[in-house]
């Protein structure tokens, strides 16, 4: 038999309905607005990322004209040279010395302290220096405000009197720029070519070639940033786990006696680093 409600119990039931259509459609109005919310945020860091990749490209564009970059002789001071004449040394140091006259970039940005160089990468940049590590981690080549930031120098190093170990930091960016294509680095392809293992250096006052000794990636940590040791035992020590690191396949004669110098970028979100670590080999005094 069929049952019939109450005027107060057809009341009641459209109440309770009506509650719960009110609960369902407000979870439905606020997973809206997170929606929302996440695909504005992200179409702000999107856009944000561009624009700042494009001031990167803009600023290495101007630097690009308005620098005199060439290749200078061979002629140079050999530095630490080992006794084994058939090692790669003698190789690399018949390389010309790569010369970039810093006189506009300093009247630019007065924290110039170099120009780097990498073969087969994107690597040509002006390097700066500023009295920490944090600066120019957000603020690019013309000091202005960048997420992208710039390629700079451990504030504990001297350009001018290398230390023991001398660092060079910047961001590994998806697009290449700046230390991105480090990560070119660790291929296979990169690799086999012999030429590629040198780091062209113009300071103010010299010329330096770089050959690589060390490409590896790793957690992040501080021991591969020393920058001085204490005695010739901690830094054979250093030495020996930076070689044991290495993933290229190269055997770089590489003693207590060497300066070296280490380009640090981060690999991912995760605190990850690619490392590529060279020793110097040769030298150059500016005429200038």
Known sequence: MKKYLTIEEYYKTQTIDNRKNKKRNVLICLLVILCLSIIIFSLYTILDWYYDNSKIRQISTEIDKNINIK?????????????????????????????????????KNSDTVGFIRIRNTNVNYPVVQADDNNYYLNHSFDKTQNKAGWIFMDYRNDINSLNDNTIIYGHGRLDKTLFGSLKDTLSSSWQKNKDNYVVFLSTPKEN?????????????????????????????????????????????????????????????????RIVVQAKLIKIQKKSN
Request: charged share 15%.
């Open 208 to 272: 330096m070639i770089f050959q690589i000794f060390s490409i590896y990636t790793i957690k992040k940590e501080g021991y591969y940033i020393t920058t001085n040791f204490s005695n010739n035992t901690k830094k054979q020590k250093w030495i020996q786990t930076m070689k044991e690191r290495n993933v290229a396949p190269i055997d770089t004669e590489v003693n207590v006696n060497d300066k070296f110098l280490t380009l640090s970028t981060c690999l991912n979100n995760q605190g990850g």
């Open 71 to 107: 290749n200078n002789s061979k002629i140079g001071k050999l530095v630490n040279p080992p006794y084994n004449k058939n090692s790669n040394y003698y190789y690399y140091s018949t390389i010309p010395f790569y010369e970039v006259n810093l006189s506009i970039l300093l009247s």
